[in-house]
């Protein structure tokens, strides 16, 4: 007897173990009533559930499948929340860049100054041109209306002149108006960049008017 019982032992493990390993499902069917099952019906497979152990309590927890609408819809969050990562990132990019290129809100102040300077220089230069080439038009306009009234033909080589003089004061005319919207563009870059900087080195405008 004791050598059949210790035979015995090892078979009663294994019929533990499978029942320790067997599953129950407990699912919510479409009318709303509970059952408890050890196999998943095919009605049940898209529908939440939990997996139970032996001892009926809850092992695991599977969510319902989700609809063709819902995947899109949960794909697109992901992507949105992959951009704003992204976006973060970059940011986090260029603060850190903006924050060790410059010590100091002077030294920002400075290298702006720089680049003003230059668009500046550009557009007093254009204001020259502009206003040489407008006086060489006139003349030529004059010397024309001249002719006229002598009863002279103008000729070719004169309004040639008047046309070249008038695509010159055009084209220098599109070129100031450039320059002065790069300007612009360039001011809005700077105060937005200059209030990036005082909000990472913590410059309050209380210390900005103190200066």
């Not at 009863?151 to 008047?162: E, Q």
Request: net charge negative.
């Amino acid at each position: 007897m004791r050598k059949l019982a210790l035979c015995l032992i090892p078979l009663l493990c294994l019929v533990c173990d499978a029942a320790l390993a067997q599953k129950l499902y407990r699912w919510v069917d479409k009318e709303g009533k509970v059952h408890y099952t050890d196999t998943l019906p095919p009605e049940a497979m898209q529908s939440a559930r939990d997996e139970l152990n032996s001892h009926g309590m809850t092992v695991n927890r599977v969510d319902r499948a989700l609809t063709e609408e819902e995947r899109k819809l949960k794909a697109e969050q992901a992507q949105q929340e992959a951009d704003a990562a992204a976006r973060q990132a970059e940011q986090d990019k260029m603060d850190a860049v903006l924050t060790s290129s410059y010590a100091t809100e002077a030294d920002l102040e400075r290298a702006y100054k720089e680049r003003f300077d230059l668009l500046d220089q550009s557009v007093e230069a254009a204001k020259v041109g502009i206003t040489s080439q407008e006086k060489s038009l006139t003349d030529l306009l004059a010397h024309a209306a001249r002719l006229e009234r002598e009863g002279k033909p103008v000729p070719a080589t004169v309004n040639s002149s008047i046309s070249a003089a008038r695509n010159q004061v055009a084209e220098q005319r599109a070129y100031m108006e450039m320059r002065e919207a790069e300007r612009a563009n360039l001011q809005a870059e700077y105060e937005a960049v200059q209030t990036r900087y005082r909000k990472l080195k913590g410059i309050s405008d209380t210390d900005t008017s103190a200066n």
